[in-house]
Every structure is written in structure tokens, then in C-alpha cells.
């Protein structure tokens, strides 16, 4: 009788929990109310028959008045360890049959979770190549109208020099002068954006030779001369001492430091200064070379340094200037081709352009 209640017993609170799942995502909290109803079940059944052997000692008590030995009890003593005894056997067994069904939504989880996983990857990647896709066609385009526009501007730009050894009135002279003025800059940003357009499809050559970068940053100050004295602007120069040899490529290292200048000359206010300055910073695993312009703008800055190395994006919102929002575009993607860093911060109206490389220790 003992053996048929502790297995029926289980196997009754087992029926009632053993198609039941989970119906929200907090499966555990769940599992665990419903591991407390079987307890509070099977406690109950254990009372109930507890209460009953004790009446059953009871009674037996008081009709073995007259016979009143121990071993006249023993079926009553028998009955109540046989309901303790019950009672440790079917929580022992609810209790495995309980941890067998966590184990098992475990597992479901897992393999909806791993399921959900691999679908936000799929996501994830159909998303990337979609835009990588997007993007490529971008430059594709971009490469191509600045391909087209290449050869009927150069044709123009010649003509138009050929124009001027002509014997012109002095209105005329002046219009041509013009023409060819807004013609170069045209050029200058159709190469731009083809440069750029190159640099960002990954199709740049990097041709690597040791430059000095202190001796190329004099080289670029005496080729813009004629624009800097033009500018109004102060430019304080402050080189380290210490060897600035880089195995880079010299023409893009060159671009990059000179769109830098030309930033500066552009978005300056008219007579402050301009510091330019080179040193060694000492990061945790590298040293690194960094290049420093810290300019004052002569606009109001606002937009953040995310922005403002996109391509056409402009410190000057009004586009009062003559910059084409490409210069620190291509200095950013130059930089990372040659395993630089390129960082911006702007403090009020101070914008300071950091460009760093890591320096190979001998």
C-alpha cells in the first residue's frame, strides 16, 4: 500500500506540471511558483495523512486500553514512519522530476536563444553588405563623374591660359582672370573627390619609404608661403627635437599635412594664430608620433567631430568661405590607410586637429 502511494503520488503531481510551459520570458521565476505549488500540494497530502495514522494510533490507544504494550502499537508506530517515510520520498522524487523540467526549458532556451542569434546575425550581415554595396555604388559614381569631369575641365583650364597670352582689353583680362581662378578651384576639388573616392573603395597605392616629418611640414610651410602671408595669419611652429623618420608614403602624408594647413587658412579668424606643433605621446603598448593644429575659428562651430570629417561637411554652415567640406574627409581616410589616427576636439571656438602615427621602436 506504502509502495503503490509513493509512486502514485509523484507520478500524480508529475501529470499535472508535465505538459506545462512557460508563456513569458521570465521561464524561471515560473518554473519556481510552480515548484512551490507542488511543494504546498505535496505537503498537504503529508499532513492530511499524518493527521490520519495519528487518529489511527489514537483509536488503537484507547481499544488496547487493557493490553498496553509497545508491541501492540507497532502497526500505529509503522503506519506514522511509513507516512514520514512517504512523504521524504515522493519530495525527493517531485523535486528531480522538477529539475528535470528546468533543465529541459533550459535547453529550449538555449536553442531559441542560439536560433534568435543566428537570425540577428543573418540580419547583421544582410544589413552590412547592403550598405557596403550602397556604399561602393557612392564612390563608384563618384569616381565616374570625376573621371568625366577631368578631361573637359583640364581642356578648359588650357585654353583658358592660352586665352591670356592673347592681347585682351583690361575688362576682358579681368573676366578671363576670373574664369580661370574659379576653373582651378574646380579642378582642385573634381581631383579631391576622385582622390578621396579612391582612398575610401580601398583602391590606393601606398608606395612606403622613410620620410621625416619635420623636414616635410617646413617643405609644405615654403610651397604655401605666398597663401599664408596672403592669410593674415600667425603660424607658431614648435618641432621636437627628437627624430621624426616615418616608413610612410610620402605623396598621401604630404596631402594629409597640407589639407590640414589649408583647414586652418581657410576657417581661421583673420589675425589670430595658429600652432603647429609636432611630438612623441607614450600610450600603454606604442609611442606614438602626433602632428597638433590648434587654430581659433572665425565661425560658429557647431556640430560635433563625427560630423565634420563626412564628406562635404563644412565648419561654415553659411559656405561664406571657400573650402568644399572634403579637406579633413580625405585626411581622415588618408590617415587610416597609413595606420594613423586622426582625432578633433573643439573647445568654444578652438579646433585642434591630432594626427598621430605609431612609431616603430628600434
Known sequence: MAGAMALLIPEAL???????????????????????QQQKILLTIFVVLLIVALLFYRFQQMTSYYYYYYANLATSYYLIGTVILLYMLCKVHVEKFMRGRLDMMMEKVTDINKARLLEAIELERKSLEKEAKSEQLKVDLISNVSHDLKTPLTSMVGYLELLKKEELDDVARD?????SDKAQKLKEMIESLFSLAKASSGNIQINLEPVEINMLIKQIFADMDSQIQESGLYFVTSMTEEDTHLTTDNLHMYRICQN????????SAKGTRV????????RATERRLCLEITNTAGYFMDFNAEDIVERFARGDKARSSEGNGLGLAIVSTYAGALGGAFDINIDCDQFKATLSFPVEEE
Not at 505538459?19 to 521570465?26: A, C, F, L, V
Request: hydrophobic fraction near 35%.
Open 260 to 267: 590640414l594647413i589649408e583647414n586652418a587658412l581657410k576657417y
Open 275 to 282: 600652432f603647429v606643433r609636432t611630438y612623441f605621446a607614450d
Open 175 to 179: 573676366y578671363v582672370d576670373v574664369i
Open 14 to 36: 508529475s501529470r499535472i506540471y508535465r505538459s506545462w510551459i512557460p508563456q513569458n520570458g521570465d521561464f524561471y521565476q515560473e518554473w519556481k511558483q510552480k515548484q512551490r
